[in-house]
């Protein structure tokens, strides 16, 4: 996409992705289990550092975050959070496209989990190729075969 950038996340990057993670997610947390910000950030610290994080970049402007994680034949995408106001603009689906390539150069399948009350990005990965392959009570658990 024009204008976006992906670079690998450092610790210096810690404060941006939860500002992104409580901007972009905060709604949907509060809805199911309520917004501890003290509990938020220490959850987002752990993953942070247990993660391969990178960072979205806008026209020179860092505006999101996404993670994942791999095993042989699966790569999980944890999070991915685009600041609301540059939502709706393709960043996104870049990413999405990015990471599915990647695992699909890898033989492997792409598997993330949605809050089931979020029914946009449900949609949105819907649009991806992604299928509903399991739920539970809070979340569904999509994935797209690649290869």
């Known amino acids: 996409m024009d204008g976006m950038a992906i670079r690998k996340a450092d610790s210096a ?3 941006f992705t939860f500002a992104v993670k409580e901007a972009a997610f905060r709604e949907y947390v509060e809805k199911v289990w309520g ?3 003290a509990d938020q950030r220490e959850l987002h610290e752990v993953r942070f550092a247990s993660q391969d994080v990178h960072i979205v970049q806008y026209r020179g402007t860092d ?3 996404f993670s994942t994680s791999s095993t042989a034949d699966r790569v999980r ?3 991915i959070f685009i600041l609301p106001e540059y ?3 393709g960043l996104g689906s870049a990413c999405m496209r990015l990471i599915v390539s990647d695992a699909s150069a ?3 399948s792409v598997r993330l989990q949605v809050l089931k009350i979020n029914t946009r ?4 990965y819907r649009r991806l190729g992604f299928s509903i392959v399991d739920e539970d009570n809070t979340h569904v658990q999509m994935e797209i075969l690649t290869g």
């Open 63 to 65: 505006v999101g975050y």
């Open 77 to 79: 995408v944890v999070q």
């Open 121 to 124: 990005a449900i949609a949105f």
């Open 106 to 108: 890898q033989e492997k």
């Open 35 to 37: 917004w501890d910000g």
């Open 87 to 89: 939502q709706r603009k």
């Open 13 to 15: 990057d810690v404060d």
